[in-house]
C-alpha cells in the first residue's frame, strides 16, 4: 500500500523519537546517591540475587558526569539537600530522577525539621517508589516503569507540546486536599 | 571525582560552589584534562597546601561522609570528618511517639544492625519498668538468635562494601549474597528484610513460624560452607594483605582515649566485649569467645570480623537448640499493661489481627479488649528515672539513654552510637598516610552514617 | 504553669497516671490515698543483681500535697535539682466546670527517684568514699546521688566538673577511663537548671558504670568541657551543644556538628517544635505528630 510495502527486506523503518525512547531506555547508569537505609536495598538490587546488571545497570558511576540515572535512595537531610542538587546540576542531559522510598518521595516516617519532605522539592522527580525500604523487587518494577516513560518520551516539537500540556494540566487539576467524597 | 569547590578567581563565582562557602587561598576548579596547567599554577604560586573534599557523595565513603583533607602530594597532613548529612532528628521524633512506636524510628539509626539498636532501647524501658526479669526465656533466646543474624548480615555489609571500595568486587558479591540468605531468614521471621521493629519491650513481637528453626539450620549449614570464601579470597591475598597491614593504626591507650569500642578495640588485643563483661538477653548462658587480634590495624579488624561471624554461627546454633525445646512459650512478657497485645497473621483480605484474637478480644475477655484499645492508642506509661543499657552492637558500644517522665513518650532518647564514636579516631587513624589508606582506615571503622548522624 | 513550655497543648500533659498499672506502682497504689498525690518515684529498696541499695526515704508520700496551691508552692521553692517534674491535673486534657465525671479534680505530682542517702550499699560507698577522700569538700561537688534500678546517678556542680572527672579517670580505685556518651537532656519544668549534660562513664579495670548530671540554666548555659580528660567526648559535646545549645567553655573547636552551620536555634530542645508539615491526602490533611491531639 504505502512506501513500506515496497522495501527490500532489510531496511527498517522507525521513528527518530522510538529510535530516542529505545536507546535512552536501554541502559541506565545510576549515580550512586545512597543515603540511608534505601541505600543498601539499592546495593542488594545491584547484588547477584537481583542482578541490576540484566538491564544494563551494574554500573553505578561514582562521577554524576558519567551517569543518567540518580536513584535518590534515603533520607535527605536539610544539609544534604544543597549537595543533592549539586549532583542533579552535574549530571548532563537527559537525566532522570528515581526517588526510592518514602523518605525520598515524601518526607516519609520523618516528618520533623531535619528531613526535605521530598526530593521534589529540590530536584524534577520522573517515578517515586514507595516502601521503607522497598524491597529489590519494587526497586526493579520501579525501574521497569520508569523505562516504559523514558522509551515513550517526545522528542522536538512533541516535547514541548507535551510539556505545556502537562503544566496546563497540572494547573488545573485540584489538590489532594480538595478532592472529596472519594470514600463513598 | 574530587574537586575543590569554592570560588575560581578572586571575582569570578564557581558555579558548583554552594553558596555562603567561605574560600581561604586560591582554589582550582579541576575539569578534566588540565593537569599540566593545574600543576605548573600551583608550582607558580608556590603554596603547597590544598585541601580537597571528599564529599559527602563518594563511592568510598560508607555512605554520606564528609572528608576534609589537606593533602601534600598523595600524603594526608590533615584530615577532618565532616558529618551530620544523614541527620534525621529521629531522637526528637521519638519524643512524640509511644514507647512501643519509637521501637520503629530508633530501628532505622544504625541501619545495618537494626534489631541492635531496638534491643537497647528496649533495654532501657525495660530497666525502667523494672520488668528485666519478666522478660520471657524464649524472647531472651529468640533476642540473641536475631542479634546474632543481625551481626553476621552487618559484618557481612562491612567487608563486601570494604572490599568493594579496594577494588574487590568479588568479595561485594559474595557478601551481598551470603547477606540475601540471612535477610531472607529476617524475612520469615520478622516479616521485613530490614528495619525490623521486633524486639519490642517486653519481649518480641511475634512468635516463630513452623518452618523457621529448619530454616536457621539450614541458613547455618550454608553459612559453614561459604564464609571460608572469604578467608580464602582475602586472609592471604598479598594486594589484600599490602592495602590492609599497618594501615589505620590505632594502640590501646588511643582506643581508650577515643572512646572507641568494637573490632578496633578488640584489634588492639583487648577483649572487651559487652556480652561478655556486662551480659545481657542471657549472653552469659551462651558459649562462644571473644575474638581479639594484636596487630591494631585494618588487617586486624578485618580478621576480628571474619571470625566473629563464626562465633555467631556458633550462638546462632545454641540459640536453635534452646528453641526447638521451647514450642508454645510465650514470647512476650505475662503483664498485660505492657505486653504489645496484636497478633498478626495474614487473613483472606491481607495482614491483620488473627481471628482467633479477635474472638478472644471481642468475644471472651473485657479486659483484653481494654488492655488492646490502651496499649495500642496511648501506650503503657514508664516511671519516671533514666536507663542506659550498653550493648555489643558489630559497631561496638552501642547505648540508648532513655529518660522517662512518668508518660507515654520517651521523655529523651538519646543513642549513643558506636559509629559516631568510632569516626573520631579518622584524622588520628589518616593523618599522615595516604590518600588510599583514609579509605581503608575508614573501611576498617565500618562507620554506619545513619547511626553517626540519626 | 511552666508546662505551657512545652510544645504540645497544655491540656495534653494534664492526663492521668495510669491507675491500672498495678505492677509497676504496687507500692504506691497501697500506700497512697485514692484522690491525693501518686508519688511515682522510687521508694523501695532495688531487687535483682545490682547491690542493695538503701534508698533514702521518699520524700513525697508525705509531702505530696493534695493541694494545688501546696504543689505550686513546693515547685517554686525547690533548688534547682528539684525531684517535683510536674503536676499532672484532671483526666482526658479537661479543665474547669463542665466536667462532671469527677476526674478533673484529680491531681497527680510525677517525681524523679528521690536522692539517696549513703550507704549506698556494694562498690557504690567504695567509689563515692574514694572521692570523698580525693576532693575534701566533695559535698559542694557532688549535689545530689541519686540510686535507680541499679544505676547510681552523680549529680555534680558544674564548676568542678573537671576536677572531678580528673580524679575520676586518673586515680587507680576509681579508674573511670572510659567515657561512654555525653547527652544533653532539656528539663523546661526545672527552673534555674533546665538544662542537663548527663555523662555515663565506665570502669573496664573495674567494670563498673556511672552516670555524672550536670544542669546549667537557660540564663547561663555553660559547663565546663571535659575534652582534656576524655577526648571522645569531643564531638558528644559538640552534638550537646547543637542540639541544646549548651555552651561548653574549654572545649577545642565548639561548633555545629549535626545542623548545617548557620542553622539557627538548637533543635532538641523542648521549646523548639518538631518542624514537621500536615501530609496531603485526598480529601483531608493530617497535622505533623507535635500538632495532633494527643490523650497523655
Keep these: 500500500m504505502g512506501v513500506e510495502e515496497k522495501l527490500p527486506s532489510g531496511v527498517l523503518l522507525t521513528t527518530l523519537e522510538n529510535l530516542f525512547g529505545y536507546m535512552r531506555s536501554a541502559a541506565f547508569w545510576p549515580a550512586t546517591f545512597g543515603l540511608a537505609c534505601c541505600a543498601i536495598e539499592m546495593m542488594t538490587y545491584g547484588a547477584p540475587r537481583y542482578d541490576s546488571g540484566r538491564w544494563g545497570q551494574e554500573v553505578f558511576r561514582a562521577s554524576p558526569r558519567q551517569a543518567d540515572l540518580m536513584i535518590v535512595a534515603g533520607r535527605v537531610s536539610q544539609k544534604m539537600a544543597p549537595v543533592l542538587r549539586q549532583i542533579y546540576d552535574q549530571m548532563p542531559n537527559p537525566k532522570w530522577v528515581l526517588a526510592m522510598g518514602v523518605c525520598a518521595s515524601t518526607g516519609g516516617m520523618f516528618n520533623n525539621y531535619a528531613i526535605v519532605q521530598g526530593v521534589d522539592h529540590v530536584v524534577p522527580v520522573d517515578m517515586y517508589l514507595p516502601g521503607c525500604p522497598p524491597r529489590p523487587e519494587m526497586l526493579i518494577d520501579a525501574m521497569f516503569k520508569l523505562r516504559e516513560k523514558v522509551r515513550n518520551t517526545p522528542i522536538g516539537i512533541n516535547a514541548i507540546e507535551a510539556a505545556q500540556e502537562q503544566e496546563q494540566q497540572q494547573l488545573e487539576a485540584p489538590t489532594l486536599v480538595e478532592q472529596k467524597g472519594l470514600l463513598r | ?89 529521629i531522637e526528637k521524633n521519638m519524643e512524640f511517639r509511644n514507647w512501643t512506636q519509637g521501637v520503629t524510628f530508633c530501628t532505622r539509626m544504625d541501619y545495618l544492625a537494626p534489631l541492635h539498636n531496638e534491643t537497647t532501647y528496649c533495654l532501657g524501658v525495660e530497666r525502667l519498668l523494672d520488668i528485666e526479669a519478666e522478660i520471657p526465656e524464649k524472647a531472651n533466646v529468640l533476642r540473641v538468635l536475631m542479634l546474632e543474624l543481625n551481626r553476621i548480615s552487618s559484618h557481612l555489609v562491612c567487608i563486601a562494601t570494604g572490599g568493594m571500595e579496594i577494588g574487590a568486587l568479588t568479595v561485594m558479591t559474595i557478601g551481598f549474597r551470603e547477606r540475601e540468605k540471612v535477610l531472607d531468614a529476617f524475612e520469615l521471621i520478622t516479616g521485613l528484610r530490614m528495619n525490623h521493629a521486633y524486639i519490642r519491650p517486653g519481649g518480641v513481637a511475634q512468635d516463630l513460624p513452623d518452618k523457621a528453626l529448619d530454616f536457621v539450620k539450614d541458613l547455618v549449614v550454608w553459612m559453614k560452607k561459604h564464609l571460608p570464601e572469604y578467608a580464602a579470597f582475602c586472609n592471604e591475598n598479598p594486594v589484600f594483605k599490602a592495602r590492609l597491614s599497618g594501615v589505620g593504626h590505632l594502640d590501646l ?202 | 504553669m511552666s508546662e505551657d513550655k512545652r510544645p504540645k497543648p497544655v491540656e495534653g500533659r494534664d492526663e492521668d497516671a495510669s491507675t491500672g498499672s498495678a505492677h509497676i506502682h504496687e507500692e504506691s497504689d497501697e500506700k497512697a490515698p485514692i484522690t491525693g498525690a501518686e508519688p511515682e518515684g522510687e521508694s523501695e529498696p532495688d531487687a535483682g543483681t545490682k547491690p542493695e541499695s538503701l534508698t533514702g526515704e521518699a520524700p513525697s508520700v508525705d509531702s505530696g500535697a493534695t493541694e494545688a496551691e501546696e504543689d505550686e508552692a513546693q515547685l517554686a521553692t525547690t533548688e534547682p535539682t528539684a525531684e517535683v517534674l510536674q503536676v499532672r491535673r484532671g483526666m482526658f486534657g479537661v479543665k474547669g466546670s463542665g466536667d462532671t465525671s469527677g476526674y478533673g479534680g484529680l491531681t497527680r505530682v510525677v517525681e524523679f527517684p528521690a536522692a539517696a542517702t549513703p550507704p549506698f550499699g556494694g562498690w557504690w560507698d567504695q567509689v563515692y568514699d574514694r572521692i570523698g577522700a580525693l576532693i575534701p569538700d566533695f559535698s559542694d561537688v557532688i549535689t545530689k546521688v541519686v540510686i535507680h534500678r541499679g544505676e547510681i546517678t552523680f549529680h555534680v556542680e558544674r564548676r568542678h566538673l573537671p576536677t572531678l572527672v580528673q580524679h575520676l579517670r586518673d586515680d587507680a580505685r576509681l579508674r573511670f577511663e572510659f567515657c561512654s556518651s555525653v547527652s544533653g537532656v532539656h528539663y523546661p519544668t526545672d527552673k534555674g537548671a533546665e538544662l542537663h549534660a548527663v555523662y555515663h562513664l565506665q570502669s573496664m579495670t573495674h567494670n563498673r558504670r556511672i552516670r555524672l548530671e550536670v544542669s546549667a540554666p537557660d540564663s547561663d548555659p555553660h559547663i565546663p568541657s571535659v575534652v582534656a580528660t576524655y577526648p571522645t567526648a569531643d564531638w558528644h559535646e559538640r552534638e550537646t551543644y547543637d542540639m541544646f545549645g549548651i555552651v561548653f567553655d574549654g572545649h577545642p573547636a565548639l561548633t555545629r556538628i549535626l545542623m548545617p552551620d548557620d542553622w539557627p536555634g538548637y533543635p532538641q530542645r523542648k521549646d523548639y517544635p518538631l518542624g514537621g508539615i500536615p501530609v496531603e491526602y485526598k480529601g483531608a490533611t493530617i497535622p505533623p505528630p507535635d500538632q495532633r491531639r494527643s490523650y497523655s
Excluded at chain 2, 575539569?31 to 557523595?57: C, F, H, K, Y
Aim: with cysteine.
Design chain 2, 1 to 89: 571525582m574530587s574537586t575543590t569547590d569554592t570560588t575560581d578567581e578572586a571575582t569570578e563565582q564557581d558555579p558548583f560552589a554552594a553558596g555562603g562557602d567561605a574560600a581561604e587561598g586560591h582554589v582550582y576548579t579541576v575539569t578534566g584534562q588540565d593537569w599540566d596547567s593545574l600543576v605548573s599554577e600551583q608550582a607558580e604560586r608556590g603554596d603547597e597546601r590544598i585541601v580537597v573534599n571528599m564529599g559527602p557523595q563518594h563511592p568510598s565513603t560508607h555512605g554520606v561522609l564528609r572528608l576534609i583533607l589537606e593533602l601534600e602530594g598523595e600524603s594526608v597532613t590533615e584530615a577532618r570528618c565532616g558529618i551530620g548529612y544523614l541527620h534525621t532528628g
Design chain 2, 253 to 454: 591507650a588511643g582506643c581508650l582515649a577515643l572512646g572507641i569500642t568494637g573490632p578496633p578495640l578488640r584489634a588492639t588485643g583487648y577483649d572487651w566485649d559487652l556480652r561478655k563483661k556486662q551480659p545481657y538477653c542471657g549472653y552469659e548462658s551462651y558459649d562462644f569467645e571473644v575474638q581479639t587480634w594484636d596487630t591494631m590495624d585494618a588487617y586486624g579488624r578485618f580478621r576480628i570480623r571474619l571470625n566473629e561471624m563464626w562465633q555467631s554461627l556458633k550462638i546462632i546454633e545454641q540459640c536453635v537448640e534452646r528453641l526447638e525445646k521451647m514450642r508454645g512459650e510465650p514470647i512476650m512478657i505475662a503483664d498485660k499493661k505492657i505486653a504489645w497485645p496484636a497478633q498478626l497473621s495474614i487473613g483472606s483480605d491481607g495482614m491483620g489481627n488473627s481471628n482467633e484474637y479477635i474472638k478472644h478480644i471481642m468475644g471472651q475477655s473485657m479486659e483484653a479488649l481494654i488492655h488492646h484499645f490502651k496499649l495500642v492508642t496511648e501506650g503503657f506509661r514508664v516511671p519516671p528515672g533514666q536507663a542506659y543499657v550498653p550493648i555489643e552492637s558489630p559497631r561496638g558500644e552501642l547505648g540508648a539513654h532513655v529518660v522517662s517522665d512518668g508518660g507515654t513518650r520517651p521523655f529523651r532518647a538519646h543513642f549513643r552510637d558506636p559509629s559516631f564514636t568510632n569516626l573520631q579516631a579518622m584524622p588520628v587513624m589518616c593523618e599522615g598516610a595516604m590518600v588510599s589508606d583514609v579509605v581503608v582506615a575508614v573501611a576498617s571503622l565500618d562507620p554506619v552514617m545513619g547511626g553517626v548522624d540519626r
